[in-house]
C-alpha cells in the first residue's frame, strides 16, 4: 500500500472517530454543554472532568464533544447548500450556454471579487446581536453556504461545458434522449466527482470561517458550544500558558482540517 | 495595442457597472435593514410636534429606494458616502483616516508571503530537494488549517506587527498554488526536451518556467490581494490595528449598516480592480 493511501486512510479514520464520539457525546457524558459547576471554575483536569473547567465552571471536554458536533455536523450541511447552488446554477450555464451562461458566470465573478468575511460581517449586521443560539447557528451556516457557492461554480461549469461538447452527449441528442433523461442519466453521474470533490474541498473553509467569526463574537452565540466559540478562550494567554490543555479545541480544529486536506492531497495524487 | 486599449475599457465599463450594481446593493440593504427611519429624536420631549413631524417627513422622503439611490449615488460622487450610525461622523472621513493603514498592512502582507512562498516553492523546484519540498508542504499544511483568529492571537502574543499575521495567513494558500504550478509547467514536453538537452536548470526556471506561468502569477497577485483584504477583519480586530478591517468588525457588532456596507463596496472594488489591472497584463504581450 502507497504511503499516499495509507495517510488517506488514516485521515478517513480520524474523521470518522471524530465523527463518531462527538455523535455519542450524549451517551456518555453525564453533564450538559451548559452545566455549571461554580464550586470549580478555571479547574484543572480531573477524573470529573478531563479538559478542566472554563472561567464560568462548564465542563470543557463536554463542551469540546457538542461543539464537534455542532461544527462538523453543520459544515457539511453549509458545504452541501453551497454545492447545490454550484452544480444546479454550473451545470445549467455549462449545458445550455448564451446568456444564462453570461449572468450566472458574471454573478459568480462578482460574488468571487467579495471578501467572504466582509460580506458575512454586512449580512450578519442586519441581525440582532442578541439572538437565540439555534438562530445564530442556523444563520451562520446558511450564511456560509449562501455565499461560498462561487468557485465551486466555475469548477462545475468547466467540466459540464466540456461534457456539452462530448461524442456521447452528442449521439444521446441523436438518438432523440430527451433533455430530462440526458441531465439525470448521462450529465449528473459524470459530474459527480467533481461535485463530490467540491463539497469536500468547501468543509474545511467553512469550518474556518465559523471558527473565525465565532472568535470574533459573530457566529455560533453562547452558551452553545461550537469550535469557534471554544477558541475564545485562547484569548487569555497567560491561561493558556499555565493551562496548555485549553488548546484541545485548536487541536481539534487543526487536526479535522488537516484531515480533509490530506484526504483531498491523496485524492489529487490518485487523479 | 488597439486590443490593449480595448481590454482597458471593457475592464473600466465592468468595474464602473459593479461599482454602480454594488452601490444599488449598498443602498438596499441600508434601506430595508430593521430599524430604518427610526428617529431617536422623535421621542426627545425638547422637541415640539412640528419639529417631529418634520423629522417624520425627512425620512419619508429617504423612503423610496429609487429616490434614496439616487441621493446615495449623488453623495458618493461628492465624496460623501454618508454617515455612521455608531460614530456619527461622515463614512469618508472614518475610511480616509483607516485606510491608510489597513494597505500599508496588506501590500506588506502579501509582500512578504510572496517573497516567502516564490522563494520556497523555486527552491524546492529548483534545488529538486524531498527535505525542501517535504518541510514546505508540512508547514503550509499546518499554517492553512489554523484559523486566522488564532494566527492574530498568536502575533498579539509575540508582539508581532500586524502585515507579518497576515502573510502567515496568505502564505501556505499561495505557496501550495505555486509549487503545483512551477511543478506542472516542469512537465510540458518542452521543458523535459530542454532539460534532456542539458540546458542548465536556472536558464530553464527564468527562461522558460516563470514566462510560461506569468499570466498564473498575475491572477494570483490579485487573488493574494483579496486573501489578504479578508485577513485584515480579524487580524486587525484582535491585534487592535485601527484599520478599516477594525473599523468593519465594529461596524458589524454595533450594526452599523451605512458604514459597513461602504466598506464592503470600497474592499470589492479594490479587489476587482487589482484582478483586472492582473488580467490586463496577463492579455497583454510580454
Avoid at chain 1, 188 to 204: D, E, G, K, T
Avoid at chain 2, 140 to 147: K, N
Wanted: proline share 5%; with cysteine; net charge positive.
Amino acid at each position: 500500500m502507497s504511503a499516499v493511501k495509507l495517510l488517506r486512510l488514516a485521515s478517513i479514520a480520524i474523521l470518522i472517530a471524530v465523527f463518531g464520539v462527538s455523535l455519542l457525546a450524549s451517551q456518555f457524558i453525564p453533564y450538559s454543554y451548559a452545566t455549571q459547576f461554580r464550586e470549580a471554575p478555571n479547574a484543572s483536569p480531573s477524573a470529573n472532568h478531563p479538559l478542566g473547567t472554563d472561567p464560568l465552571g462548564r465542563d470543557l471536554f463536554t463542551r469540546l464533544l457538542y461543539g464537534t458536533r455542532v461544527s462538523l455536523f453543520l459544515a457539511p450541511a453549509a458545504a452541501l447548500v453551497a454545492t447545490l447552488i454550484a452544480g444546479i446554477f454550473g451545470a445549467f450555464a455549462g449545458l445550455y450556454g448564451g446568456w444564462p451562461q453570461r449572468i450566472i458566470l458574471a454573478a459568480a465573478d462578482l460574488s468571487m471579487a467579495l471578501p467572504l468575511l466582509f460580506v458575512l460581517l454586512t449580512l450578519r449586521a442586519l441581525l440582532p446581536l442578541d439572538i437565540s443560539p439555534a438562530l445564530s447557528i442556523s444563520c451562520t451556516f446558511l450564511l456560509l453556504g449562501l455565499l461560498g457557492w462561487a468557485s465551486s461554480l466555475r469548477v462545475v461549469w468547466a467540466s459540464a461545458r466540456n461534457l456539452r461538447e462530448s461524442d456521447f452527449l452528442l449521439m444521446a441528442r441523436a438518438t432523440g434522449c430527451s433533455s430530462t433523461r440526458t441531465v439525470f442519466k448521462h450529465v449528473l453521474p459524470n459530474l459527480r466527482p467533481v461535485l463530490f470533490a467540491q463539497f469536500w474541498i468547501s468543509i474545511p473553509v467553512f469550518i474556518l470561517a465559523e471558527a473565525t467569526l465565532s472568535m470574533l463574537g459573530l457566529g455560533v452565540m453562547e452558551p452553545l458550544p461550537s469550535w469557534g466559540n471554544l477558541l475564545r478562550g485562547l484569548e487569555d494567554l497567560p491561561a493558556v500558558s499555565a493551562n496548555p490543555w485549553r488548546l484541545a479545541p485548536l487541536f481539534a480544529v487543526c487536526l479535522v482540517v488537516i484531515c480533509f486536506h490530506m484526504i483531498l492531497s491523496a485524492q489529487e495524487d490518485a487523479a | 495595442m488597439k486590443t490593449l486599449s480595448k481590454t482597458i475599457g471593457l475592464r473600466l465599463l465592468r468595474l464602473t457597472l459593479l461599482a454602480l450594481l454594488g452601490g444599488f446593493l449598498c443602498a438596499t440593504l441600508v434601506r430595508f435593514a430593521p430599524g430604518y427611519g427610526v428617529d431617536e429624536r422623535e421621542v426627545d420631549p425638547r422637541l415640539s410636534h412640528e419639529s417631529v413631524q418634520q423629522i417624520r417627513n425627512e425620512n419619508r422622503i429617504n423612503s423610496n429606494l429609487i429616490a434614496y439611490y439616487g441621493r446615495y449615488l449623488d453623495g458618493a460622487v461628492h465624496g460623501d458616502f454618508g454617515k455612521s450610525q455608531w460614530l456619527q461622523q461622515p463614512v469618508s472621513t472614518l475610511i480616509k483616516e483607516r485606510f491608510g493603514i489597513t494597505a500599508r498592512s496588506v501590500l506588506l502582507g502579501v509582500f512578504l508571503a510572496w517573497v516567502f512562498a516564490f522563494g520556497l516553492s523555486l527552491a524546492s523546484i529548483f534545488f529538486q530537494s524531498f527535505a525542501l519540498d517535504f518541510s514546505g508542504t508540512l508547514f503550509s499544511g499546518f499554517l492553512i488549517a489554523l484559523p486566522t483568529a488564532v494566527v492574530a492571537i498568536v502575533t498579539v502574543y509575540l508582539r508581532a506587527p500586524v502585515f507579518a499575521a497576515i502573510a502567515v495567513v496568505t502564505f501556505p494558500k499561495l505557496f501550495r498554488y505555486l509549487r503545483n504550478l512551477f511543478a506542472h509547467a516542469l512537465e510540458q514536453p518542452y521543458i523535459l526536451a530542454a532539460r534532456a538537452r542539458g540546458i542548465g536548470t536556472a536558464r530553464i526556471i527564468f527562461g522558460h518556467v516563470l514566462r510560461l506561468c506569468a499570466p498564473a502569477l498575475f491572477a494570483l497577485l490579485g487573488i493574494s490581494l483579496s486573501l489578504a483584504f479578508g485577513a485584515a477583519i480579524p487580524i486587525e480586530a484582535l491585534c487592535d490595528s485601527p484599520g478599516i478591517g477594525q473599523l468593519a468588525w465594529q461596524a458589524a457588532l454595533n450594526r452599523d449598516l451605512p458604514l459597513i456596507t461602504n466598506l464592503t463596496l470600497l474592499v470589492t472594488l479594490i479587489t476587482v480592480a487589482s484582478n483586472s489591472l492582473a488580467n490586463v497584463k496577463q492579455e497583454a504581450p510580454l
